[in-house]
C-alpha cells in the first residue's frame, strides 16, 4: 500500500509527499552550491597565458612539432596526428596539439601576408 502524507503550508495550497515514485521525498528548496576551488582546474590565467607566450616567441617550436607543422602544409593531417600521438602518448593530446600547430601556421601565414 502507498502511504500519502499530507502537509499544510502557511497560506499555501496542500503538497503531497510521497513514499514512492519519481518526485518522493520531502518539499524542499535547494540551497546555491558554492564553487569549489577544484572547479577551476585547468582555467588558465592572463598571467600563465602572457609567461607562456613569451616562452613561445623566445624559444620557438620544438623539431618534432616542426616536422608536425611540415607534415600540415602538405595536406598530411592524418599523419600529422600519428606523429604527435607517438611522440604524446595518447590520441586526446596529439588531437590537441595538431590543431594547436594548424593555429600556428594560420598565425604564420597572416603575418607574412601582412608584411
Given at each position: 500500500?502507498?502511504?500519502?502524507?499530507?502537509?499544510?503550508?502557511?497560506?499555501?495550497?496542500?503538497?503531497?509527499?510521497?513514499?514512492?515514485?519519481?518526485?518522493?521525498?520531502?518539499?524542499?528548496?535547494?540551497?546555491?552550491?558554492?564553487?569549489?576551488?577544484?572547479?577551476?582546474?585547468?582555467?588558465?590565467?592572463?598571467?600563465?597565458?602572457?609567461?607562456?607566450?613569451?616562452?613561445?616567441?623566445?624559444?620557438?617550436?620544438?623539431?618534432?612539432?616542426?616536422?608536425?607543422?611540415e607534415?600540415?602544409?602538405?595536406n598530411k593531417?592524418?599523419?600529422?596526428?600519428?606523429?604527435?600521438?607517438?611522440?604524446?602518448?595518447?590520441?586526446?593530446?596529439?588531437?590537441?596539439?595538431?590543431?594547436?600547430?594548424?593555429?600556428?601556421?594560420?598565425?604564420?601565414?597572416?603575418?607574412?601576408?601582412?608584411?
Amino acid at each position: 500500500m502507498i502511504s500519502l502524507i499530507f502537509v499544510l503550508s502557511a497560506g499555501m495550497a496542500p503538497a503531497m509527499e510521497m513514499v514512492v515514485g519519481l518526485n518522493k521525498g520531502h518539499k524542499v528548496t535547494k540551497l546555491p552550491k558554492k564553487s569549489k576551488p577544484c572547479q577551476r582546474k585547468g582555467h588558465r590565467s592572463k598571467r600563465i597565458k602572457f609567461i607562456r607566450d613569451v616562452v613561445r616567441e623566445v624559444s620557438g617550436f620544438s623539431p618534432y612539432e616542426r616536422r608536425t607543422m611540415e607534415l600540415l602544409k602538405v595536406n598530411k593531417d592524418k599523419r600529422a596526428l600519428k606523429f604527435c600521438k607517438k611522440r604524446l602518448g595518447t590520441h586526446k593530446r596529439a588531437k590537441r596539439k595538431r590543431e594547436e600547430m594548424i593555429q600556428a601556421l594560420q598565425q604564420l601565414r597572416k603575418a607574412q601576408a601582412a608584411s
